[in-house]
């Protein structure tokens, strides 16, 4: 049974930074292409960032771009996101996801 499991969301300041981790579970992990989506309140999923099965390729909205950094341990089977200068904009729950399974998300709610 495939298991993404988030952590790591919580309040923040505008400006501020956080690291959301997914460790994931039954499947072959480094074989997989992962991805963080998130969804704002009211608003559809919106694609956040992917790293490739290997970890040397990464992308980015443009939305995220040069704020976020997604990274991958295939050892320890673990996908993160490295967020910086949050904005408002960014709040959103969060999910780790392959093509077919996504995780339970964690909230992320950037206020003063």
């Known amino acids: 049974e495939v298991q993404l499991v988030e952590s790591g969301g919580g309040l923040v300041q505008p400006g501020g930074s956080l690291r959301l981790s997914c460790a994931a579970s039954g499947f072959t992990f480094r074989n997989y292409d992962m991805v963080w989506v998130r969804q704002a309140p009211g608003k559809g999923p919106e694609w956040v960032a992917t790293v490739v099965s290997d970890g040397d390729t990464t992308y980015y909205a443009d939305s995220v771009k040069d704020r976020f950094v997604i990274s991958r341990d295939n050892v320890k089977n673990m996908v993160s996101l490295q967020m910086t200068s949050l904005k408002p904009d960014d709040t959103a729950v969060y999910y780790c996801?392959?093509?077919?399974?996504w995780g339970q998300g964690t909230q992320v709610i950037v206020s003063s």
């Open positions: 996801a392959t093509l077919t399974d």
